[in-house]
């Protein structure tokens, strides 16, 4: 079992090494040039052109596109099912068996779609998959995000996988006392009922340790906080970013008031 | 000088109309190892929080009489800076993780990076830290990954790290096995051979028995015995406020009850005294 939900892939590559927040700027200029720029091949050239190149730099390449495809897929083939078939509005027929059709606008329409959505799903994963979550947070935090925001974005990930262990001891606990955990929806559904309790109660009295926990550790200490770890920036990457914002303005323009 | 001085201290949590700590006053010199026992709902908790200022600053309540920590009147010291000078270990161990850092080491820095150490600072003492609590060699793991006696030494580490001149802990081995108690217990034990003070509040009466310099007694928030173990731990007083009392005292008051004790003979509290009794009796 992971021990959190951090995607993170340990390489050394110069994507890597890259400030989190250039990364954070070539991600969110990707999506956003994306969903908004011009043209209908725009999110594949984004994808195959730019997405893929960085992933094999940050020598993260084949994770980068089985976990992008396998997240993709599933929804890339809803979509063309569902949109090619009732894609509103569509004439050219394409094929047609029984009672549906195919139009060819439909099929259009989930090709962009999907695209964009993919290359969205894989800046996001560029981004999770090349950088440590501490790198981010630590980061973020030095730039003036508050840390309390920043501590919430870390825990939840670290609490989650903690839930779920903490609910399967209670089912394990709940199953050695002869509760049925599995079989039919209904007896599942029965069987979760008395999970609620432990798991909410057991969560209220754990927030009131945890604050606790963090008061020992001084966090809300009203002095200047320090780092471990130093997290490098160089002025061309300041550069690239402001460069990064200016490209996405001027794409969302060319879309909107087209030469 | 008195490291912890209290003055008839009594306190309410809010809303409540018993008092959870009831008049209590005693001292505490640099470098003494308490222990604090008493029955569930006696006050351990409560005089932890006290010490360490989370009562009243974190729980709010009422609070009458005074707290001193190393000279600091915890009612008028920010929680911060009672921080700095009382370090405090709880139950759960898994709960104390901040939930803040992804790996052991980072964990332990948090505390620091709080206070604003410089970085060149915190290395040599976390690596110190490490070594101390024995966790070294989980440096790069993810505090949760853990086992229970693995985390709670984690948490030792990042409260001692710290560098508090004082240790509170509530019962820090209650939710361990037999093995993560053990090696909690002699990490503790190790500091305390070190000079730090160290307040435990703890049921398990063997252990107290072998670690502390000094054993306090609470029923209902008052104090009932404070004194030396083998004096407080064979205290009749014991039994009759439910606190029990160590395996090798109910052995050799049975014993005592069939003339197979010496008497005269002081009643044990650890295996050794034990065991030169019952040979002292065979002569
Ligand atoms: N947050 C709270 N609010 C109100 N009352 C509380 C609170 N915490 C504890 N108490 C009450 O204060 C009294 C002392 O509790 P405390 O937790 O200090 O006992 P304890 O000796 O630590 O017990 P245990 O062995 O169960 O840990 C109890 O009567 C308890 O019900
Ligand atoms: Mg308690």
Redesign the interface.
């Known amino acids: 079992m992971p021990d959190n939900l951090s995607l993170y892939i340990e390489r050394d590559s110069p994507l890597q090494r890259l400030n989190p927040l250039t990364k954070l700027a070539i991600s969110f200029s990707l999506i956003l040039i994306g969903f908004l720029g011009p043209g209908y091949w725009l999110a594949t050239l984004l994808f195959i052109c730019v997405l893929v190149p960085l992933s094999i730099w940050g020598k993260i390449g084949p994770e980068f596109l089985q976990r992008t495809v396998r997240l993709i897929l599933p929804l890339a083939l809803f979509l063309f099912v569902m949109q090619s078939l009732f894609y509103p509005g569509g004439r050219t027929v394409l094929w047609r068996f029984w009672i549906f059709s195919v139009k060819l606008e439909g099929v259009q329409f989930a090709y962009l779609t999907a695209t964009r959505l993919m290359n969205m799903v894989g800046a996001f994963l560029l981004l999770l998959l090349s950088t440590h979550p501490s790198t981010l947070m630590t980061d973020l935090t030095r730039r003036g995000v508050s840390p309390s925001l920043t501590y919430i974005l870390v825990s939840t990930l670290q609490i989650i996988p903690q839930m779920r262990n903490k609910a399967n001891t209670i089912i394990d606990a709940q199953r050695s006392r002869g509760l049925e955990t599995q079989g039919s929806v209904r007896a599942r559904i029965g069987a979760l009922l008395p999970l609620v309790g432990p798991l909410v109660f057991g969560s209220l009295v754990d927030v009131e340790e945890r604050a606790i926990a963090l008061e020992a550790r001084a966090f809300k200490a009203k002095r200047v906080k320090t780092s471990l770890i130093h997290v490098p920036d160089s002025v061309r990457q300041r550069q690239v970013r402001i460069g990064l914002v200016v490209l996405t303005l001027v794409m969302i323009g060319i879309r909107l008031w087209p030469l | 000088m008195a490291i912890i001085a209290i003055q008839n201290l009594t306190y309410h949590y809010p809303q409540t109309t018993q008092p959870a700590l009831q008049d209590l006053s005693f001292q505490v010199e640099e470098g003494e190892f308490v222990a604090v026992i008493g029955a569930n709902g006696a006050g351990k908790s409560t005089l932890c929080y006290a010490l360490?200022g989370?009562a009243p600053h974190?729980f709010r309540g009422e609070m009458s009489g005074q707290v001193l920590v190393a000279g600091l009147d915890t009612r008028h010291t920010p929680?911060?800076e009672l921080?700095?000078v009382a370090?405090?270990v709880?139950q759960?161990p898994?709960?104390?993780?901040?939930?803040?850092?992804?790996?052991v080491?980072?964990e332990i820095?948090?505390?620091?990076?709080?206070?604003?150490?410089?970085?060149a600072e915190?290395?040599p003492r976390i690596d110190r830290i490490m070594a101390l609590t024995g966790i070294t060699d989980f440096a790069n793991?993810?505090p949760?990954?853990l086992s229970g006696g693995q985390q709670q030494r984690v948490?030792l580490a990042?409260?001692l790290v710290?560098e508090p001149k004082l240790l509170v802990l509530d019962e820090p081995t209650s939710q361990l096995d037999p093995i993560g108690s053990r090696e909690v217990f002699e990490t503790i034990r190790a500091m305390s051979k070190q000079g730090m003070t160290v307040i435990m509040a703890e049921h398990k009466l063997e252990w107290v028995a072998t670690f502390a310099d000094r054993v306090i007694a609470l029923a209902n928030g008052e104090i009932i015995l404070n004194g030396p173990p083998a004096e407080v731990l064979t205290s009749p007083l014991l039994i009759e406020h439910h606190i029990g009392q160590t395996r090798y005292t109910t052995v050799a008051k049975q014993a005592q009850a069939e003339q197979l004790w010496p008497p005269e003979r002081a009643l044990p509290v650890v295996i050794d005294e034990a065991e030169a009794g019952f040979r002292a009796y065979k002569k």
Not at chain 2, 94 to 103: V, Y
Not at chain 2, 110 to 116: A, H, M, Q, S, T
């Open positions: 360490t989370f974190f929680l911060e921080m700095l370090g405090l709880f759960n898994g709960n104390q993780i901040s939930g803040a850092k992804f790996t080491y980072e820095a948090f505390g620091l990076e709080n206070l604003g150490v410089p970085p915190m290395r793991r993810s949760y990954a948490a990042s409260i710290m």
